[in-house]
């Protein structure tokens, strides 16, 4: 009897157990080198803590909202590609695990089940994710699609106006699996047997030509709010406010598009003092554990987005592995809390964490 996972990593290897190599490596890795892959989870073991002591921790409250919606903790589950590759069930189990949690999922643009199939399958807040194809009718359609089908936002992923050089799809020639949203939309059929089929059929969909003048375009669609996802600068961060967005993502996708990136972590408290409270910005890369949560919180984030981990939950054991990995990151996140002397969420101060520059400057 294999014993069960007691922290979210040890899905990981299981989940590699469980999968084709070619979906395990997409799943796990990222462009090039993998520096910046490395360097997300690294950089939050370069942050420490300064608890508190003697503070009344006998009632802990992780309870918060986003835009509004409320939900039980600060940790949302981050917008991933083709859930049944990791599971038949697929978003099916993911969207289920989220509600039984009480917590938001963002759907994938690049999700495995339809739009429809994700909204009637349980009762929940949900996001949608949006990229933008080369034939905006076609995004325009998903928009409206899930606005219909009572998705609460729009996340616009804007950091892949091409697709990153991800080695090992190239060499293990990851093809792409037909996305059930995009029937008699689009045709999935790429026209080389070279590399990447799923980098060539990003080239011939995305569009690179999409820019900040094309944010009123969207907002003219919809009326939804429009979250912004893969900003890792101050100057980006100022023109997202700028346009008009109801919230930022402070993300490097996952390591999985430019290389040598920075790690998220290391960029937030950048962008959220250039936000200046004007708008939420929540944050994505690297979460491992409830102290990762804890110390993104303690930079500004207003909540975290956990991608992989919840990919190989679903991999090694279905909506129970999702459900387990969100309920491993709300009790460590339970305990961090305690043990730093914040009974609630407004509680957690930028004095509560130590960066690796501010190490640095107290040794100078």
């Known amino acids: 009897m294999e014993s069960e996972p007691v922290h979210v990593n040890e899905f990981q290897e299981l989940a590699r157990q469980a999968l084709p190599k070619m979906y395990y490596d997409y799943y796990a890795g990222g462009a090039e080198d993998q520096h910046t892959l490395k360097e997300n989870v690294e950089a939050f073991r370069r942050i420490t803590f300064r608890p508190r002591i003697l503070v009344d921790v006998s009632q802990i409250d992780m309870s918060t909202t986003i835009l509004g919606y409320r939900i039980s903790a ?16 697929g978003e099916l189990a993911t969207a289920r695990a989220a509600a039984a949690c009480n917590t938001i999922m963002i759907l994938s643009y690049m999700s495995s089940c339809t739009v429809e199939e994700v909204a009637s399958s349980c009762n929940a807040i949900r996001f949608f994710q949006l990229y933008m194809y080369k034939r905006r009718d076609i995004s325009a359609q998903l928009v409206q699609r899930a606005e219909r089908n009572g998705y609460k936002a ?12 991800r080695e090992a799809d190239i060499k293990n020639k990851m093809a792409v699996p ?49 979250l912004i996802k893969g900003v890792l600068t101050r100057e980006d961060a100022i023109k997202a406010v700028e346009v008009g967005v109801a919230g930022i993502v402070v993300s490097n996708h996952g390591a999985r598009q430019l290389d040598y990136s920075p790690a998220s972590i290391t960029v937030l408290e950048e962008v959220v003092h250039a936000v200046g409270g004007k708008i939420p910005v929540l944050f994505d890369g690297g979460v491992r554990r409830g102290t990762d949560v804890f110390k993104a919180l303690a930079l500004g984030a207003q909540a975290v987005l956990v991608g992989r981990p919840v990919v190989f939950g679903l991999a090694a054991k279905g909506e129970y592995g999702v459900r387990r990995v969100i309920e491993m990151l709300k009790h460590e996140l339970e305990l961090t809390m305690a043990l730093s002397g914040c009974p609630s969420l407004k509680d957690i101060t930028r004095s509560h964490v130590k960066t690796e520059s501010e190490r640095f400057q107290s040794m100078l």
Request: charged fraction near 20%.
């Open 154 to 165: 729009i996340v616009l992923t804007v950091d892949a106006p091409i697709l990153g050089r």
């Open 178 to 226: 037909p996305l059930r949203n995009f029937e008699g939309l689009i045709s999935f059929e790429v026209s080389s047997d070279e590399g990447s089929k799923l980098g060539l059929f990003a080239k011939e969909t995305f569009d690179p030509s999409f820019s900040w003048k094309d944010i009123g375009w969207l907002r003219s669609i919809t009326n939804l709010p429009i």
């Open 74 to 89: 600060p940790i949302m589950l981050a917008p991933t590609a083709y859930h049944q590759l990791a599971n038949p069930e």
